[in-house]
């Protein structure tokens, strides 16, 4: 929905959700992770929208983009994003195949080409 559509109560769910929720979840793994002694990784999950919004998604592409500010400090643990192109997944499940396309035009030379398919071929780089 256009940002100009959008409802305050709907754009602070989705920021509720895919950016305080992710900053939640990192300060308790953090803090778990200073406690204990461990270093280690924590990986998000971006979107190719969080650079740039497409119609629609701006409250998504900002809640995506607000994780790249997260940080840790000089603890011996990394916050990496990753920020795939178009996944078939539920969520993307009523677009056309054009607009699934669409997209992907733009990058047909580039590295968001070899992201086209689904969620089990992203999670090869988070492990």
């Not at 539920?90 to 035009?105: C, N, R, V």
């Amino acid at each position: 929905m256009r940002l100009t559509e959008l409802a305050v109560e709907d754009f602070d769910a989705v920021i509720g959700t895919n950016l305080r929720g992710v900053r939640l979840l990192a300060r308790a793994e953090i803090r778990a992770m200073t406690v204990s002694g461990r270093r280690g990784s924590i990986v998000n999950t971006l979107s190719f929208v969080a650079g740039a919004a497409t119609a629609g998604t701006s409250a998504y592409a900002a809640s995506k983009a607000g994780l790249n500010a997260l940080e840790v400090g000089p603890r011996g643990i990394r916050v990496n994003n990753v920020a795939p192109g178009v996944i078939r997944t539920p969520m993307s499940a009523g677009l056309s195949d054009d607009l699934y396309e669409a997209p992907l035009s733009a990058f047909r030379n580039g590295p968001i080409s070899a992201w086209r398919g689904g969620p089990l071929k992203c999670a090869g780089v988070c492990v």
